[in-house]
């Protein structure tokens, strides 16, 4: 049978950047992973991989003495406190008899929310990368909150997949891959909403629209799809396997490959739709939406039915059809308050309104449409 994927796994041999996330469960269950993993990464070409590390919290209950898993949120980020370190010990002992230096960096969604952190962070990985370092990634659990928490580290290494321009994002499982209905291996994915989503019962539409949660195959296909969406090929793969890492990155058939989009979205459109959390809508006419959508225009404030939310210029919004279906996201250039006294107004009529012109309620520079509102 041939293999659909090959095209693109020929490649990983040769991928520029990669980046790998291991999950908390893979590293608590085998202490011997590190040291296996880091052999692997140390053979590749210094500066082009980053791991994105789980167990920050797993570990730290071991340290603490708890039996399990604490509900207070005091206690969460007690034990990221104290399980920090000891991961990076474990990391930076294996990396260490390869003879590579190990470098943290713990990232919360607010850093990568604000273009201009986020755009430090890329400047600091990149300068770790140059001098040869192998950045340990993790979400900052001691501050993080649930407000302001990534959903789980899969989501991660899709935002830092796409921050950094990676060509292969490789999540590390309890698993062989995605499986059929079967109980076969899926080998390619080239479309994750039609083809995946359904085989872990979780609605495409609605993937798109809300939360997957910490962990599982529905969390891991939703990363793959965004950091397909960057341009990424992501494989899902058994960290279990001895060799299960290197045998993806040497371009053999293992895990699951999701295939990168043929036309994938800038970093910044990317960062819009999928970092960014919308702080309100706005709600089109049937004809602002169509022009939208088919011919890829900025919204204008005549197009506009109704406003929900509180935001202010520069946040990002959802933008609804009449219906309430979510069509895109983008950033607003006026503020809901504003833009209540202007909607459905016209150029002329805009500007005597507020006192100053106003190109598009949302440029199109700023707006992503989403690829089932297009099909």
């Keep these: 049978m041939t293999d659909a994927g090959l095209p693109y796994r020929e490649g990983f041999p040769r991928a520029r950047r990669v980046v790998v996330k291991i999950g908390s469960r893979t590293l608590a269950s085998d202490p011997e992973v590190y040291a296996r993993l880091a052999r692997v990464i140390a053979a590749r070409p210094p500066g082009g991989v980053i791991v994105v590390s789980s167990g920050a919290i797993a570990l730290g209950l071991q340290v603490l003495g708890w039996k399990s898993r604490p509900r207070e949120m005091a206690k969460l980020q007690a034990a990221a406190a104290a399980g920090q370190s000891a991961l990076m010990r474990r990391w930076e002992q294996a990396f260490s008899g390869e003879k590579r230096a190990v470098a943290q960096v713990l ?71 995605l499986l059929d209905r079967e109980g076969q291996r899926v080998s390619v994915v080239h479309d994750v909403e039609r083809e995946a989503l359904p085989l872990v019962g979780v609605a495409p539409v609605e993937q798109g629209r809300v939360s997957v949660g910490t962990g599982g195959m529905a969390s891991k296909l939703e990363a793959a799809r965004r950091g397909a969406m960057a341009g990424a090929a992501v ?33 910044r459109k990317h960062w819009i739709l999928f970092t960014l959390r919308p702080r309100g809508a706005l709600i089109v006419d049937a004809g602002a939406a169509k022009a939208l959508i088919e011919r890829g225009g900025s919204l204008l404030a005549v197009g506009v039915l109704g406003v929900r939310g509180a935001f202010g210029a520069g946040d990002a919004v959802q933008v609804l059809d009449p219906t309430g279906h979510e069509i895109g996201r983008g950033l607003a250039a006026i503020g809901a308050m504003d833009l209540v006294r202007v909607a459905g107004k016209r150029g002329a009529d805009v500007e005597a309104t507020i006192g100053r012109p106003l190109d598009a309620v949302v440029h199109r520079d700023d707006l992503v449409v989403h690829k089932e509102s297009r099909a």
Aim: net charge negative; no cysteine.
């Design 107 to 177: 990232l919360t969604h607010a850093d990568l929310a604000d273009r201009a952190r986020a755009n430090n962070a890329r400047a600091a990985l990149d300068a770790l990368l140059e001098a040869g370092a192998i950045p340990i990634i993790n979400e900052n659990d001691t501050v993080a909150v649930d407000e302001i928490k990534f959903g789980d580290n899969d989501q991660l290494a899709a935002l830092v997949s796409a921050m950094v321009g990676a060509d292969l994002l490789v999540l590390l499982s309890d698993v062989a891959g």
């Design 235 to 267: 494989v899902i793969a058994d960290a279990r396997s001895a060799d299960g890492l290197a045998q993806v990155l040497a371009g053999h058939d293992v895990g699951t490959l999701v295939t990168p989009d043929r036309d994938p979205l800038a970093a």
